[in-house]
């Protein structure tokens, strides 16, 4: 297991292991950057400590802290809201993940589910409006408000992009960066404005979401995709690349069964995005995903054959014209059977 923090008691990198195929015949090489890797199992770990440092100043201890979340968020802010002996509220919904409630649940935290649609094929504005009923009702409950707090940005600008472009060795490569409140995408965009690394920095998002623009509609996956518009990105993101749940599911799976890699349904749609930009360009050789989390989240979905039927989504598949020929780096024990 790789070690999440170092000697001097910092975080440690998280691991990036790097895939050798052969799509249409033409070498590539995946890197996937394995934010399960990262404090409390996803990469919102950056940004749970990023938003608790610029609200600690203000959080009182006996009203302490409240956040929407689909769940990875929830997790990281209730580890540290536990670490500092003050209370946090999870308001979610029912796409969170079990595992993750549970866990949630463990560390001390309160959960508010909100089981209405919000009419934009998801739960986020029904989330968003229980956040300020609930701040309404606790005078000196405070919102870390990870859609508009720009500490969000500022840690992967400062943090996770860097960490990437010297783990690939500055080399020229696609990157590929999945959205939900687009803190992630916006930390990076600026840090190649700001850097210039020779990146070709792309947006992922599902069919249904708004949050780089469009129109809302039905989503099934977690994670990724959100009801309205991005307020870090409020003129989306050119090239961004949209995924179906059906393309996320069936590359988790080819990467579980053929490089023994368990991620979750956004990481899939970013390797699905990935291969149809190898596909659509020869001369594209190299691409980075961030994958936010594990397989040990979608245990209950994305990984469960009951789940995938009963939403329509077919098992797995090979992917047409890519082969995997080896894969370099720690890749971590692989959770989930169906």
């Not at 608790?52 to 540290?80: M, Q």
């Not at 590929?176 to 070709?200: H, N, Q």
């Not at 129109?215 to 995924?243: E, K, Q």
């Not at 995005?273 to 020869?282: G, I, Q, S, T, V």
Request: overall charge positive; some cysteine; glycine content about 12%.
């Amino acid at each position: 297991m790789v070690s999440t923090s170092r000697a001097g008691g910092g975080p440690a990198p998280t691991p990036v292991v790097r895939l050798r195929l052969e799509v249409e015949g033409i070498p590539r090489e995946l890197w996937l950057k394995l934010e399960s890797y990262s404090p409390y199992g996803s990469v919102k770990g950056r940004t749970a400590l990023a938003l608790w440092r610029d609200v600690e100043a203000r959080v009182d201890p006996a009203a302490g802290l409240v956040e929407s979340t689909s769940g990875n968020l929830g997790l990281a802010l209730a580890a540290l809201a536990a670490a500092h002996r003050v209370p946090f509220t999870a308001v979610v919904d029912p796409r969170t993940s079990a595992a993750l409630l549970y866990d949630i649940r463990a560390l001390g935290a309160r959960i508010v589910t909100v089981d209405t649609q919000d009419g934009a094929g998801g739960y986020l504005l029904g989330r968003l409006d229980r956040v300020r009923s609930l701040l309404r009702e606790r005078p000196g409950l405070v919102w870390t408000d990870q859609y508009h707090n720009p500490a969000s940005p500022n840690a992967h600008t400062t943090g996770t992009a860097p960490e990437l472009h010297r783990q690939t060795r500055g080399q020229r490569m696609s990157v590929l960066v999945a959205v939900s409140t687009g803190g992630t995408l916006a930390g990076f965009r600026r840090y190649v404005e700001e850097s210039g690394p020779d990146w070709e920095l792309v947006g992922v998002d599902v069919t249904g979401s708004a949050a780089l623009g469009g129109t809302a509609g039905p989503r099934l996956l977690s994670g990724i995709g959100a009801s309205r518009r991005s307020a870090f990105l409020p003129d989306g993101h050119r090239p961004t690349v949209h995924i179906d749940a059906q393309e996320a599911v069936t590359v988790c799976l080819w990467l579980r069964d053929t490089a023994g890699v368990g991620v979750g349904g956004s990481a899939g749609a970013l390797v699905a995005a990935a291969l149809r930009r190898f596909r659509a360009d020869p001369a594209c050789t190299s691409a980075a995903c961030l994958c936010p989390d594990g397989a040990d989240r979608y245990l209950g979905t994305v990984y469960s054959p009951d789940w995938r039927s009963a939403h329509g989504l077919t098992g797995t598949a090979p992917l047409p014209g890519v082969r995997l020929l080896a894969a370099d780096g720690p890749v971590p024990r692989t959770e989930g059977t169906g």
